[in-house]
T-cell receptor, first 114, second 109 residues
């Protein structure tokens, strides 16, 4: 009964380092997405995917890359970490992309960039 | 003006009280609305959808006012376990899903 699994849960990076946040879901959902949550800002969409091989940018895509080689996995890559990327990151999936369905979230990844 | 706005609170209420939150949205073309609940340092989870005619789920009632462009969430007989942040979600167009920044509720014993 895993649902959406994110790793790592916590990470500290130095400015300029790169890393990948992993996201996997076992519900056969076509739609997957990455959000960041900052105090007072709500959840903001970084990138999303409507199926394997298809990705698109959300509201705040700069500094992040994604790929979707399988239905199950949707990793988020930070290319060169900056302090402004300190945030809590959530991966979410949905059968219908949230349009009519429910978004299922992972437990979040707390990233600090020094 | 933000697309989706919520009063951040906190709303501090005693157990058993009735409390209501509003969420305003700026785009009159928005067509789908939801309330999510987020516990401290946890992921958001769907609480309920908001239908045009209003809907109720136990102690929770959600309503939509299209003329004034807001949705509301009413919680009756508040429990300590209702303490959380409540996020409204507005969908405009295909997959243009916007979260509000949330309203924090603290129910006091």
């Amino acid at each position: 009964n895993a649902g959406v699994t994110q790793t790592p849960k916590f990470q500290v990076l130095k400015t300029g380092q790169s890393m990948t946040l992993q996201c996997a879901q076992d519900m056969n959902h076509e739609y997957m997405s990455w959000y960041r949550q900052d105090p007072g800002m709500g959840l903001r969409l970084i990138h999303y995917s409507v199926g394997a091989g298809i990705t698109d940018q959300g509201e705040v895509p700069n500094g992040y890359n994604v790929s979707r080689s399988t239905t199950e996995d949707f990793p988020l890559r930070l290319l060169s970490a900056a302090p402004s990327q300190t945030s809590v990151y959530f991966c979410a999936s949905s059968y219908e992309g949230g349009y009519t369905g429910e978004l299922f979230f992972g437990e979040g990844s707390r990233l600090t960039v020094l | 003006r933000k697309e989706v706005e919520q009063d951040p609170g906190p709303f501090n209420v005693p157990e058993g009280a009735t409390v209501a939150f509003n969420c305003t949205y700026s785009n009159s073309a928005s067509q789908s609305f939801f309330w999510y609940r987020q516990d401290c340092r946890k992921e958001p989870k769907l609480l309920m959808s908001v239908y045009s005619s209003g809907n109720e789920d136990g102690r929770f009632t959600a309503q939509l006012n299209r003329a004034s462009q807001y949705i509301s969430l009413l919680i009756r007989d508040s429990k300590l376990s209702d303490s959380a942040t409540y996020l409204c979600v507005v969908i405009t167009g295909r997959r243009a899903l916007t979260f509000g920044s949330g309203t924090r509720l603290q129910v006091q014993p």
